[in-house]
C-alpha cells in the first residue's frame, strides 16, 4: 500500500494521509500572512517539496489553491462558495438550543436566545428552568436596546452604521434606572465590550434583572446573543457572578461550533 493512501490511526480514527495533509496544507496557507512558495510550504508541513508540489497541483485543478504572478500559492476562490454554502446551513437556533437549555438549567431562570432580523430584536427561542420562575410580563423589544441586556449586547457590538441609527432615535424612560442620556449608554456599551456580558436590572420593568452576552461567528462577527432574565431580588452579588459565569461558558461554546477561533 503506497504512503498516499496509507490509513494512519490518530485518537481512535482513521485518517487518508494524502487528504489529511491536504488539509493541513489549506490550513497553513489560511494562517499565512502572504503567499508561501513550495519550499516554504514543505519545511512548515515537514514533508518533501516533490509530496507538496504534487498536493498543491491537485488543489490547484479544483480551484481549492491559487498560484499567484511570483509563482507562490495562495487559497482559492472555490473555497469561498463552500465557506459560504456552510455558514447558510448553520441554524442559529438548532446549534443553541442544547446550550439554552443547559443555561436554564443550571442557573435556574429563564433563557433567551435573539437574533438581529431587519434591525429588530427578535427573540427565538424560550426555555424556562424546571423550579417556577418570576413571571415576566410580555413587552415589545423593538424600543429597548438601551434597557436590556440583549439589546445592550446588540448596540455594544454590532455595526456602527447600526448603533448611530438607534441613537437618532429618544431613548424611552421606562423606570428610574432606564439609561436616556446617550453619553451615559456609550460608557455602558464600553463596559460590556470590556466585561464580555451586559446587565440591565429594573431598567425596562421595575424588579427583573436580565444578563446577556454575545455569541460571535466564524467572521469574528455579531450572531445571536442569550440572555438569562429573573427577579431581581434573586440576583445577588454571588448569583450574578454564578449566572456570568455560567453564560459565558455558554457562550463560548456556541461561538466555537459556529467556528469562531477567537
Given at each position: 500500500?503506497?504512503?498516499?493512501?496509507?490509513?494512519t490511526?490518530?485518537?481512535g480514527?482513521?485518517?487518508i494521509?494524502?487528504v489529511d495533509?491536504?488539509?493541513?496544507?489549506?490550513?497553513?496557507?489560511?494562517?499565512?500572512?502572504?503567499e508561501?512558495?513550495v519550499?516554504?510550504?514543505?519545511?512548515?508541513?515537514g514533508v518533501?517539496?516533490?509530496t507538496?508540489?504534487?498536493l498543491l497541483q491537485?488543489?490547484?485543478a479544483?480551484?481549492f489553491?491559487r498560484?499567484?504572478?511570483t509563482g507562490?500559492y495562495?487559497?482559492g476562490f472555490?473555497l469561498?462558495?463552500?465557506g459560504?454554502?456552510?455558514?447558510?446551513?448553520?441554524?442559529i437556533?438548532r446549534?443553541?438550543?442544547?446550550?439554552?437549555?443547559e443555561?436554564?438549567?443550571e442557573?435556574?431562570?429563564?433563557?433567551l436566545?435573539a437574533?438581529l432580523s431587519?434591525g429588530?430584536?427578535?427573540i427565538?427561542?424560550?426555555?424556562?428552568?424546571s423550579r417556577?420562575?418570576?413571571?415576566i410580563?410580555r413587552f415589545?423589544?423593538?424600543?429597548t436596546?438601551?434597557?436590556t441586556a440583549?439589546?445592550?449586547v446588540f448596540?455594544?457590538?454590532?455595526?456602527?452604521?447600526f448603533?448611530?441609527?438607534?441613537?437618532?432615535?429618544?431613548?424611552p424612560q421606562y423606570?428610574a434606572?432606564t439609561?436616556?442620556d446617550k453619553?451615559v449608554?456609550?460608557?455602558?456599551l464600553?463596559?460590556?465590550?470590556?466585561?464580555?456580558?451586559?446587565v440591565a436590572?429594573?431598567?425596562t420593568?421595575e424588579?427583573?434583572t436580565?444578563?446577556g452576552?454575545?455569541?460571535i461567528n466564524?467572521n469574528?462577527?455579531?450572531?445571536?446573543?442569550?440572555?438569562?432574565s429573573?427577579?431581581?431580588?434573586?440576583?445577588?452579588?454571588e448569583?450574578r457572578?454564578a449566572?456570568?459565569?455560567i453564560m459565558?461558558?455558554?457562550t463560548?461554546?456556541i461561538s466555537t461550533q459556529l467556528g469562531?477561533?477567537?
Open positions: 500500500m503506497s504512503q498516499e493512501i496509507k490509513r490511526k490518530e485518537k480514527r482513521y485518517l494521509a494524502s495533509r491536504a488539509i493541513e496544507l489549506l490550513f497553513i496557507l489560511e494562517n499565512a500572512p502572504r508561501m512558495g519550499t516554504e510550504l514543505s519545511r512548515e508541513l518533501q517539496k516533490s507538496v508540489h504534487n491537485t488543489l490547484l479544483r480551484d489553491v498560484q499567484t504572478d507562490h495562495t487559497l472555490r469561498m462558495p463552500l459560504l454554502a456552510c455558514t447558510q446551513r448553520l441554524n437556533r446549534i443553541a438550543s442544547p446550550y439554552l437549555k443555561l436554564a438549567t442557573a435556574e431562570e429563564v433563557a436566545l437574533v431587519a429588530q430584536l427578535t427565538v427561542d424560550k426555555v424556562e428552568p417556577p420562575v418570576f413571571l410580563p415589545d423589544y423593538c424600543n436596546f438601551h434597557s440583549l439589546g445592550k448596540l455594544a457590538y454590532s455595526s456602527e452604521q448603533l448611530e441609527k438607534v441613537l437618532t432615535e429618544p431613548l423606570t434606572n439609561i436616556s453619553r449608554l456609550l460608557v455602558e464600553e463596559k460590556t465590550r470590556e466585561l464580555g456580558y451586559a436590572s429594573n431598567e420593568i424588579g427583573v436580565c444578563i452576552a454575545p455569541i466564524a469574528g462577527k455579531l450572531e445571536a446573543a442569550i440572555t438569562v429573573g427577579a431581581t431580588a434573586w440576583f445577588n452579588k448569583k457572578e449566572v456570568v459565569r459565558m461558558e455558554k463560548r461554546a469562531y477561533r477567537g
